[in-house]
């Protein structure tokens, strides 16, 4: 996927798969800061165990991400 396509999921539950087949659900988040030429993104959810910390997946650009789609229904993905 490109940025563009990416960006308009920022802020919100997503569910993504992966070039590598992974599926992750979680909210999205961007920061484009780090200026060597592309969006770093983080899939950020809620603790597997109880009293854990928050999980976040780390994506080095949104050519990474083969489809995305919106989660705001689903209580798994919403952080």
């Known amino acids: ?8 999921y920022v802020g919100k539950a997503i569910r993504a798969t992966l070039a590598d087949g992974r599926v992750l659900a979680g909210t999205l988040h961007a ?7 592309h969006t770093h993104y983080a899939i950020v959810n809620d603790p597997v165990a109880q009293g854990g910390e928050k999980v976040r997946e780390v994506l080095h650009g949104a050519e990474i991400i083969v489809e995305i789609e919106d989660a705001s229904g689903d209580p798994a993905a919403v952080e």
């Open 31 to 37: 920061d484009p800061g780090h200026g060597h030429g």
């Open 1 to 8: 996927m490109t940025d563009d396509e990416v960006q308009t």
